[in-house]
C-alpha cells in the first residue's frame, strides 16, 4: 500500500470519525490495514480520536498493534490496563517486543504480569528483561532455529520441512553444539545450493562473530550496517546462544539513533509524542525553557554591566544582538557536525585536534569575510568609524570563540558522561552570548571612554 | 568485529601513519578489515591521511570500499581518476552501487566511462541511471532469482540448487509470467517447508503490492519499515519485473532521511563530510551565515525604530535579549516537532489544527509561567515595576508567536515545496527576534512616553 493511498485512507478515516460511522471504521482497522499501518494512524491522530480508534481495534490484533506505536504512546493507552488485560493481549508477540511493552508498564503491574504469565513464557521473558533495552539482549529475541553441525544438508532439509513454518526474517539456522554453544550460521541461501551428501560443519560459515547480550544497541547497528546482515546470533559470556537479533529491530535504533540528536538539541525526547496532551507538553518544555532562561539572564547581566556605556552610544544595543548571533550560528554549524560525527564514530580523540583547528580557521576565515560587511553596514547606518572597527572585531573573535566551543563542548561532555546534544546547545549558547557581547560592550567602553 | 575492538584498531593505524609504518598499514586495510570498515577508517581520517590510506588499498578492493564511502568522500577520490580506472573497480560492484559511483562523476568522465563500458553491463546501469537517485529505480539492484508459477515445489528447489551461489540478501524467489510480468514473491522459508509436490502457485505470496520503480525513496522506506520486508520487487508501469531492492539499501535511506532534518537545521547538508578541507567548509558555511546576517540585520532595523526610547531608560537593552531569546526557544521547539512530524508522516493537513492550538496553549501556559517569574527578576534588579509589566506581557506575546510560526511555518514552506528543515529555523528566529523586540520596546515606548 503506497503511502499517498494511506494518506487518502487517513483522510477518509477522519471524515468518517467526524461523522461517527464507526462500523466502517472497525472494517478497514482491522481488515483493510495492517498492524503498523493501524498503529501509524493511532499515532497521528489526537489524543480523543485515539482513544476512539483504540477501542474500535479487534483484540486479537491489539498486541501487534501496541508494539508496534511509540514509548509514550504505549505507555498512555497501558496505563488504563491491567495485568490480565495486557497478558491477553500481548502473549502472542515475539519475545522482545513483549518485553518492550512491559517495561512501559508501571511496576507493580510488572510484577503482577510477570505473576500470572505461564512459566516457559515468563523465563523467556525474564530473560529478555534481565538485559536492559538498549543492549543486545534487550533487543533479542528467542525464536532460533538451530542445527547440530555433524549432520549432512539432506537431513537438515528434511529437518526443516518437519516444521510448519519457520519464523519470520529467518535468512540463516544456527548451528549449536549439543550443549547450546553457539559454533557458526548456515545461510539458507547456502544450504540451497550445497551438496545434499555433505555436513553442515562443511558449509557453515564461522567468520561473522555471534552478537554479545551485553552489547550496546547502537555498536549492534553499526555491525548490522558494515556487514549487512539480516539477523545475528546473540550469546551469552560462556558463549551459549540466548536468542537473535533481526534487522527490523536494528531499523527501529537507527531511526531512533538518528532522531535522538535533533530532538535532543532541541531539548525534547525522541520518543516525543507528536500529539501529547496539553498538560503533559507544558510540563516537558517548562524544564527546557527554564534551563535557557538561565543562559539569557546571564547575557543580560553580561550586557548590564556596560549599563553607561550604552547610555552613550544607543547604537550598540541596535547593533549588539549581530555580534551574539553570528557567533551563536557559526558555533551550532560546528556543534550539530560534531555532534553527528560522533554518532557516527567518526570523530574520536585522535582525530580530534585536526578538526578544532579546520573549524578554528573556518571560524576565523569567516569571521573577517562577514566582519568587513557588517563593519561597512554600521559605518554608513551609523556615520561612525569606531563603531564598525570595534564590532568587525568582536564578530571575527566571537565566530573562533564559537568553533571552539561547537568542537570543545561536544567532545568535553561527551568525556564526562553527558549527552552532548542535550546539553550542547544550551552551554554553547551561553558561552556565544556571554563572549559576543562581553567583547563588542568591552571594546566599545576602551574605545568610547 | 566489536566497534571497540575497532577502535583500537584505528589508534593503532595513526600511531602506524605517524610512523610511517605502511607495510603494516596495507596489511590491516587489505586483510583484517571489510571493505565497510575501511570506508569507515577512510571518512575518520583528515584529507592528508585519506590519501595515504586509499593509496594502500588493494585494486580488488577499491570498488566495494568505494561504494561504502560518503558522497563527498567519493567525489573527492573519483576526482583524481579517469574513466578506465573507475571502470576497472567499480565493474564487480552490484548494479544499484555502480549506478550510486558514476553519479558522482564529472559529466565527461561519466559519458566516457558508459562507451568503454561492455554492452550489457551499459544496458544494466542505464537503466537504473534512467531514475533518479531517490527513487525506487536508483535503489535497485538486477541480481533478481525468478521462477515461473506452474512449476512445482520439487522442480524449484532442483531449479535453484543448479546455482553456484544465489545473491546475498535473497530471502524469496520472485515469480514472474513468460513475459517477465511480476505475479508474486516465494519466501525461501515457505519454500523450505512445503509439499515438494504443490506447485508454486499454491504457495507464493501475493498481498505484498510490487513498489514502482518511481516511487520516492522515502516510501519506499516506510513500506520496509511497516511490512518488515527484507527484499522487495521493483516493476516499470507495465508491472514488469525491473529488479529488487534489499533492506541493507534501504537502511541507508533511512539513516539519510533522519540525519537530513538535523543538518539541515544547521544549514548543513546531510552528505556533508566530517573531515572536509577548511576552503570548501568555508565556502558552504559562508552562504548560510550571510543568511543569517540578514536575519540579523532586520532584527537591528527594529531595534533601531526605538533608539529614543531606550536612550531614555537603558534597562531596555539589558533586558531584551531575554524576550527574544525565550520566544526563539519555545519556538524551536515547535519547529523540530513538527518537522520531525513530518518527516515521520504524522503531520498533514487533517490534524495541522489540533496542533496548532495545542502548541498555541502550550505556548500561552508556558509563557505566563516563565513571564512571571522574567517579571519578577526584572522588577527586583532594576527597582521598576512598570518594566515587569513589559517584559512579562511581551514574553507571552512571543511565545505564542514563536509556537504559531513554528507550526504554521513547516506545513507552509512544506505546501510550496521548500524544505521546512533548511529554511524553517532561519525564518523562525526572524519573527521571534522581529515580535520580540518590537513588542518589548513598543510598549515601553507607550508605557515610558
Redo the contacts between chains.
Sequence with gaps: ????AQ?TQ??KL?DALDSGEFQQIRFVLNHSL?P??VA?LI????PKERQILWNLINTDLEGEVLQDLGDDVQAEILSRMDATEVLAITESLDTDDMADVIQQLPNTVMKELLRIMDKQNRKRVEQVLSYPEDTAGGLMNTDTVTIRPDISVETA?RY??R?????????SLIVVSRKDSYIGILP???L??SDPNITVREIMVTEI?PI?AT?PDN?VA???????L?SAPVIDDDGRLLGRIT??DV?DV??ED??H???S????DED?D??A??MK??RR??L???I??I???V??AV??LF?ET??KV?????????V???GG??G??T????I??QA?????K??AS??LS?EM??GA??GL??AL??AA?AIVWFQDTTIGIIIALSIVINLIAGAMAGTLLPLGLKAVGIDPALAGSVLL?TIT?VVGFFTFLGLATMFYS
Design positions: 500500500m503506497s503511502t499517498s494518506r487517513f483522510e477522519a495492517r503498523a499501518e501509524r499515532e497521528k491522530s489526537p532439509l526443516i520441512r516444521h510448519k513454518e519457520i519464523p519470520e526474517m529467518t535468512d539458507l541461501t547456502k540451497l545450493v562473530e554479545s552489547m555498536e553499526v555491525l548490522f550496517e558494515q556487514h549487512d539480516v534487522i527490523d531499523v537507527i531511526r538518528a532522531d540528536s535533533l530532538m538539541m532541541a531539548g525534547l516525543e507528536t500529539f496532551p496539553v507538553t507544558t518544555r517548562a527546557w525553557l527554564g535557557n532562561l543562559t539569557a539572564f547575557a543580560s550586557i548590564g549599563e550604552i547610555d544607543v547604537a550598540l544595543a541596535v547593533l549588539m544582538p549581530i551574539a548571533s553570528m550560528i557559526a551550532s554549524q556543534l550539530t557536525l560534531v553527528r560525527g557516527l564514530g567518526h570523530v574520536e585522535s582525530n585536526w578538526l579546520r580557521i573556518v576565515m569567516n569575510l562577514w560587511v557588517v553596514v549558547t552570548d
